[in-house]
């Protein structure tokens, strides 16, 4: 039987596999070298100098966003969770409607470099733009242990014979050694050359779970309403994984899981507008309607990938079924492995390393990229003494501290489901972010204390809530902490986004300034016409 | 000797005659860059035509978001609430795999509608500028 030859490791093929690995690996370092010797200065370093196309753009967001999460994330959790699964699916892709109304072209017209510029347009930049680099680089991490966690699942599934913790060391060195020296206009090529990769190898591998159904949709949904299950107990049933409620059901959770699914919604649909590697993309582009031009073409390729996730999530769950795959972050590849052989598994791996490699570069640089433009020189230097030279020399460096973190926080973490951690990341960032941009960008009278205030409140709140909740504290011997729950959701963005958005404004009404009011005018000016928006670099 | 205002630019040394102090009410070619940015976001946000783009901004962008926010929540809602409604068959599915199927043709109409409409602004904001005074910053 195909699903009994899958739980073995890959051993014949794994040399086929490592060989196709090292090409890609060998193939994107020569993009980096190639784009390094092209571009120079800070505006190419940071903005890839401008001058990406809306469609290229489109493709590099869809890359940044179709992460890890999204492709081993979303099909392990369908493939053991069912629908529910597929929540995440559909929450990616609406949240790009909060981007494209709301954020994208104000951003891209009266912003720089980082999402703090267009907080500190108006306000008082030092505290602001110290606020919005720890959330930056609060919410990179997170996303960051993620991708780590997936790439690590990776590689030990390939080389069966080295360590997590050398494979995620191995991993995380090769990336920031990729974004160190190829800066952002390499990481939006990765990003274009992996974001093709990856929708030609899921739909490819959604074709192959259709031909295993004799491409009948019938009887996929059929096989889907039947997926045999091993309880605890050790006997087996059969469950309908078409039906809601495995995870986020009323009974499985105390009552608390149609809660904790309308929290997770939250996050998702509200953090995409905040995640800083998303929001820096915008600046790559000439002016607005090319930012929301790429902002249409991202959706139109997320949105045929996430209902693709339909076909190699429950295919995962149909064609191997749950008890055979050993990894839950591992469905896809293992699903790939069972219906096209090692060369297949090879090539959807390698897709998968890409995907994780091309997000880790572009986390890094946003976090970098934030902590030397905000941090560096407007808040230690004023904004005056430092040479970009210097700014781009900082940015490396955090580049590598960042980098170092996650590695750490990733093997500590390594048996969450990714699309679970990457689901934390957007309620951090959701709660710290969104309510700081949104209210910059709309509201007259807001100020510097809001925004520091808001900025504050919505970060440790769900930093908070997540150290609190069941994915950290339980009884049994999986669980960081020792201890019963204190917070009974495990998403926390129901409490945490209204806190960080109520903390902005009661802090607001509390104080007043009028210089931040004064500016406002020139801020809606710039951002609904684009006046005076920074333009694209000469060849 | 008295001290500049605080809007003249004119050195403290030299005659205070020889130069015409430099500042936001003189000639457009003695102006430094950041003053024409200035005279220009206020000469816009004094025009009528900005006023009426950012109300037709807002007439769109409010209900657009109020729209998507609530139909994508009644998702959430209704599988967590009602699952035994949810459950009804649609065709090969069931309900609740067709509404969350529904959301994906959901954003990309809405999407499709913002890039029309949005064109337009497009429109309205290159005229605005265009009939900023020649030599103003753009």
């Not at chain 1, 087996?236 to 699914?261: C, H, K």
């Not at chain 1, 960081?480 to 009404?509: C, D, M, Q, R, Y």
């Not at chain 2, 605080?6 to 403290?12: C, E, G, K, S």
Request: aromatic residues 12%; contains cysteine; charged residues 10%.
């Amino acid at each position: 039987m195909i699903a009994a030859a899958v739980t073995a490791t890959p051993g014949g093929g794994s040399t086929v596999t490592l060989l196709m690995f090292l090409g890609f690996v060998a193939a994107t370092l020569v993009i980096t070298w190639w784009s390094a010797r092209k571009s120079s200065g800070a505006s190419a370093y940071f903005a890839a100098g401008r001058r990406i196309t809306g469609w290229q753009n489109g493709l590099a967001v869809a890359g940044d966003y179709m992460s890890a999460a999204s492709f081993l994330g979303i099909a392990g959790m369908i493939a053991f969770k069912g629908y529910d699964g597929f929540m995440y699916s559909v929450g990616f892709l609406v949240a790009y409607l909060t981007v494209l109304i709301v954020v994208a072209e104000p951003l891209r017209n009266a912003g720089k470099y980082t999402m703090a510029d267009i907080l500190a347009y108006r306000l008082n930049a030092r505290p602001v733009r110290a606020m919005a680099s720890l959330s930056t680089l609060t919410v990179s991490i997170f996303y960051m242990i993620a991708q780590m966690v997936g790439a690590g699942a990776l590689v030990k599934l390939l080389l069966p014979g080295v360590p997590y913790e050398v494979a995620v060391c191995g991993v995380g060195a090769l990336m920031i050694i990729y974004v160190v020296f190829g800066g952002m206009l390499a990481t939006t090529w990765v990003q274009i050359i992996k974001a093709v990769l990856l929708m030609s190898g899921s739909l490819f591998l959604s074709v192959l779970v259709m031909k295993h159904f004799d491409y009948s949709f019938v009887k996929f949904f059929e096989a889907i309403g039947n997926v045999p299950i091993k309880l605890p107990d050790g006997t087996s049933v059969t469950r309908d994984f078409m039906q809601p409620g495995l995870v986020y059901g009323a009974e499985v959770t105390n009552g608390w899981g149609p809660i904790d699914l309308i929290s997770l919604g939250m996050a998702l649909v509200f953090g995409t507008a905040g995640l800083p590697h998303i929001l820096i993309r915008f600046y790559t582009v000439p002016d607005a309607p090319t930012a929301r031009a790429s902002v249409v073409w991202a959706m139109i390729l997320i949105g045929l990938f996430y209902i693709m996730t339909t076909f190699f999530g429950f295919g995962a769950a149909t064609i191997l079924t749950p008890e055979n795959i050993s990894v839950e972050n591992m469905s896809a590849p293992l699903l790939a492995m069972a219906l096209g052989g090692d060369a297949f598994f090879a090539f959807i791996s390698a897709v998968a390393f890409a995907t994780i490699l091309a997000v880790v570069a572009g986390l890094t640089i946003s976090a970098s990229t934030s902590f030397a433009h905000d941090f560096y020189s407007n808040v230690i230097h004023h904004g005056k003494a430092t040479s970009q030279e210097s700014e781009v020399k900082v940015a490396r460096i955090t580049a590598f501290v960042v980098g170092g973190i996650s590695i750490i926080l990733a093997i500590k973490l390594q048996t969450l489901n990714v699309a679970f951690l990457v689901g934390l990341a957007f309620a951090v960032a959701a709660s710290a972010n969104l309510p700081a941009i949104v209210l910059s960008i709309y509201w007259k009278r807001f100020n510097t204390a809001g925004a520091v205030t808001g900025l504050a409140v919505g970060l440790l709140s769900s930093i908070i809530l997540i150290v609190i909740s069941p994915s950290v504290m339980g009884l049994d011997a999986k669980s960081l902490i020792h201890a019963e729950p204190l917070f009974p959701l495990k998403n926390p963005g129901i409490v945490s986004i209204p806190l960080g958005f109520i903390a902005a404004i009661v802090a607001t009404l509390c104080t007043r300034e009028p210089e931040a009011e004064a500016k406002f005018a020139e801020l809606s000016v710039r951002a609904n016409t684009g006046l005076g928006a920074e333009k694209a670099t000469e060849h | 000797m008295s001290f500049p205002q605080p809007q003249d630019y004119t050195p403290i040394v030299g005659s205070q005659t020889d130069i015409a102090p430099l500042g936001p009410e003189h000639p457009r070619h003695e102006q430094t860059a950041q003053q024409l940015h200035d005279a220009s976001c206020d000469r816009i946000a004094a025009m009528p035509e900005f006023h009426q783009l950012l109300q037709r901004k807002a007439k769109f962008i409010v209900p657009a978001c109020i729209f998507f926010t609530v139909y994508y929540f009644l998702l959430p809602v209704m599988v967590g609430f009602f699952p035994e409604l949810m459950k009804t068959r649609v065709g090969p599915v069931n309900a609740a795999y067709a509404f969350a199927l529904s959301q994906f043709f959901m954003a990309w109409i809405l999407a499709a509608i913002y890039t029309r409409v949005a064109a337009g602004w497009d429109r309205d904001s290159a005229n605005i500028l265009a009939s900023l005074p020649k030599g103003e910053s753009k």
